[in-house]
């Protein structure tokens, strides 16, 4: 580093017209992490100021945000209700496709279905930060801060394994520690800035001087 970082770094960081919003709040965020005796306030104001998507601008300004762990709140929000819609447009049309098909054999498709959608959703988020901690064990440790939200239901009709529970979702179906939905909120929730005391750094040693 040339010299040290400070708050007015920070001041010129807009998002990039061809930048994601979670690009954007995870650039500036590791900014902010190299600056020593950041000013909160000034650091949450050029954030809201530096976003440019239209529809997460008018949502801030009808519900402005107090502090930063707020802003960052909201924003992983709207990211993934974004997703959400979109993942849900995408499996409504492979619906519109299925009920064409006739019924019998319904299962066997669904099922069918279901582990593949299962295995590009793996496909999807192949790198999730490594953690010294159960996922598990993290839920439970930080499930009543109010930050991390609750998964959407799972569907309603799809075969559910009874012996598995997932205390995520407080359902029956899969483990907690193999629930998808529960691995990316925790990698969002990271790439936010929280959850830092459960990343495994390298080697498992914790020695970075600060
Ligand atoms: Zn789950």
Known sequence: MKHK????????MKQRPDESIRAFVSRFNKESLGIKDLDEATAHMTMSNGLIDMDLIKDLAQKPTKNMAKLLERCNEFVNMAEVLQARKMTESKLEKKRSVTD???DEKRTRTDSRAKRSDRARSPEYTPLNTSRKEILMQIQDDGYIRRPR?????SFRNPNKYCLFHKDTDHNTEDCYQLKREIEELIKVGHLKQYINIK????DRGS
Request: proline share 5%.
């Open 203 to 206: 080697g498992g040693r914790e």
């Open 5 to 12: 970082k400070t708050t007015v770094n920070l001041l010129s």
């Open 104 to 106: 019998d054999r319904k």
């Open 153 to 157: 239901p799972m569907q309603a009709g």
